[in-house]
């Protein structure tokens, strides 16, 4: 059969020779897929300035569909996700111009690792890690929402119980 060139922007493949790939690499349908991958990483103020630049999608607005897609001309973006993307930029530049303002917190959680590493070897001169580990494991449980959504998730991906897991120790081997 021959080797095959496979197009991670097309998700496509076909028979590897001169012509076929330059005839693809060439192809519309791969710089669209090419720009629409590269377009996913750009940052939020250059989306912005793109979509001030065009015309609003009068299809988009009306039924809420365009048939283009991506490779519409227009904008499908409401002023809401307008505002939001400027706020996003505000906010990033913020924390460009003044990183020190979080120093206060990332002092804090300093201290508070320090204590927990007092408590720790505390523990450990007198024997009791597991409820010093057990109190640890409940207090710092944030558990994404998008996790509690998906249905039959592996036991390595679903989160933990509420109070934490069950820690036994066993000592015997074998």
Not at 80 to 106: C, G, T, V, Y
Request: one cysteine or more.
């Amino acid at each position: 059969m021959g080797k095959r060139y496979y197009c991670d922007y097309c998700d496509r493949s076909f028979q590897d020779n001169m012509h076929n790939r330059k005839k693809h690499l060439n192809g519309v349908q791969h710089h669209r897929a090419k720009k629409a991958w590269f377009d996913n990483f750009r940052d939020a103020a250059t989306i912005l300035n793109e979509e001030r630049a065009k015309e609003p999608c009068r299809k988009f607005l009306q039924t809420g569909e365009c048939v283009f897609g991506t490779n519409c001309r227009f904008s499908h973006m409401s002023e809401r996700h307008m505002k939001m993307l400027e706020q996003k930029i505000d906010a990033d530049r913020r924390q460009k111009e003044f990183p020190n303002e979080d120093e206060s917190s990332s002092k804090r959680n300093v201290d508070e690792w320090l204590s927990r590493r007092q408590k720790k070897q505390a523990a450990l001169t007198s024997g009791s890690v597991s409820k010093i580990e057990e109190e640890e494991c409940v207090e710092n449980v944030e558990i994404p929402p998008y996790l509690l959504s998906i249905p039959d998730l592996p036991p390595s991906l679903r989160p933990p119980p509420t109070g934490g897991w069950k820690v036994t120790l066993q000592n015997e081997w074998g």
